[in-house]
């Protein structure tokens, strides 16, 4: 695999039926709650991403068996906190921030240290944010005084359920507290911002005691500990943030027309589908049902190059926290000055992607105003670029990368782009689905 993509590509109709890899997030849960069931559980058409090989490597330090059959995983739980492993051993997460953060949830009664590491751009995200209430549970850290990577974890016999108000709307620091809950004594009840529910709707379909009360603006979740439950069978729906780019490609190209089935659209992970339809594009949601309590689809969509400006809610960002970059492309090709607002967490991913995503628009002769938590986006219908485009130092950030990509496709240009390894942590069919369009490219 080459390290550099370089792809200059001719206009391209395409009227075409496609699959996307499984979710990352339903992924990472399935496996973590694997690992806590008792007996083989089986999950279909996992994802098969860096991020996941890694949780699985970890997973397997921790003593659980875990097998492959091409996307078929089986896990040999051995029930809660049934964890089996020597001392001093290190879990190196990678590039995922959801599987470093969710792990430490389940290791508060770990009877040794268990060092956790991570990539470049993993060992700078905040842990502070989980160690926090965890510490609270009970939970000791050795950590650097950023509260970043490497750090290491103790659990204790002492373990107290907490009352823990999660403000940030980020469904990591939600899932480690629920997780944590699964190994406590008693109830723990979490009022959360809203965010994605994956880990409430797992706890549910595998009977683990769950009530989640939805209100207008929080979510208020309570979990009744030290419950054993079953091993079990899940099958795992297509990632909606991976479809996010194809659509955004296909809305924005000459007479195109996409059909991708299967699809997770779980109302908390499509708010950038609400986006798109309010900037004027008619994405349809067919085959609607219900698997493993989550909303299941094909999803629909065909050309509609003429956008319009959008003023988006800031009560959705947490429903889109990782589609804004694409949909920052979208504006930029929308017709007036779209904005979008309160979105400091963007900063805090994969790479500070709100002050990159405004670098890469500028790069590309699109005008931004930018401030520490917010962009306006000043939309050019008739963008064309015709220049040479390269995109380097940009924290191997796999979205920053497909979302370069698609970049090159809609707006033109001969485009070399770095760090083509990265894609693979999240998406690894992303290049295939773009040679199976019909473009182009040179990997080097
Ligand atoms: C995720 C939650 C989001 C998201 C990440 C996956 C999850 O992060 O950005 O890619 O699976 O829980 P935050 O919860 O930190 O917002």
Not at 320 to 342: C, P, Q, R, T, Y
Not at 366 to 375: G, M, N, R
Not at 396 to 412: C, E, L, N
Request: proline share 3%; charged share 25%.
């Amino acid at each position: 695999m080459g390290n550099k993509l370089f792809i200059n590509a001719k206009n391209n109709s395409f009227k075409k039926t496609i699959s996307i890899d499984g979710d990352k997030s339903i992924s990472i849960r399935t496996l973590l709650l694997g690992s806590q069931a008792v007996g083989k559980s089986q999950i279909e058409n996992i994802l098969l991403s860096e991020d996941i090989k890694n949780s699985i490597n970890c997973l397997k330090k921790l003593g659980i068996k875990i097998s492959l059959n091409k996307k078929d995983c089986f896990i040999y739980g051995r029930g809660l906190n049934g964890f089996q492993y020597k001392k001093n051993i290190v879990l190196d997460a990678g590039n995922s921030g959801t599987f470093a953060r969710l792990i430490l949830g389940l290791l508060i009664k770990s009877p040794y240290y268990i060092k956790l590491i991570g990539d470049k751009s993993l060992s700078k995200r905040d842990f502070q944010r989980v160690i926090f209430p965890l510490q609270k549970i009970g939970a000791n850290f050795k950590v650097n005084n950023n509260k970043t990577l490497p750090l290491k974890i103790i659990g204790s016999n002492f373990i107290n359920p907490i009352i823990y108000n999660e403000k940030r709307g980020s469904a990591q620091c939600k899932s480690t507290v629920m997780l944590a809950a699964l190994n406590s004594p008693g109830q723990t009840i979490i009022r959360a911002k809203k965010s994605r529910d994956h880990t409430e709707k797992i706890f549910k379909y595998l009977g683990i005691p769950v009530i989640v009360k939805k209100k207008k603006n929080n979510d208020e979740i309570k979990i009744k500990g030290e419950k054993i439950f079953k091993s079990f069978k899940y099958r795992v729906p297509s990632d909606p943030s991976s479809c996010a780019f194809f659509i955004v490609l296909t809305l924005l190209s000459k007479n195109c027309e996409l059909k991708i089935k299967n699809v997770n659209v779980n109302q908390t992970r499509i708010g950038y589908i609400n986006i798109l339809n309010k900037m004027g594009a008619k994405i349809k949601i067919k085959n609607l049902k219900i698997r493993y309590g989550e909303r299941q689809a094909d999803i629909i969509v065909k050309s509609q190059p003429f956008l319009k400006k959008i003023n988006c809610p800031p009560r959705l960002n947490s429903s889109l926290i990782d589609e804004f970059l694409i949909i920052f492309l979208a504006a930029a090709k929308a017709n007036g000055v779209s904005s979008f607002s309160n979105l400091s967490e963007l900063n805090k991913k994969e790479s500070p992607r709100l002050k990159l995503g405004s670098k890469l628009l500028n790069h590309l002769g699109i005008k931004t105003k930018l401030t520490k938590d917010s962009i306006k986006i000043f939309g050019d219908p008739n963008i064309n670029i015709k220049k040479n485009i390269s995109i380097k130092n940009y924290y191997k950030d796999h979205r920053i990368f497909m979302t370069s990509v698609i970049a090159a496709i809609i707006f033109g240009g001969k485009w070399k782009i770095y760090d083509v390894d990265s894609y693979r942590s999240s998406f690894p069919s992303f290049l295939d689905i773009i040679k199976k369009l019909g473009f182009k490219f040179k990997l080097v």
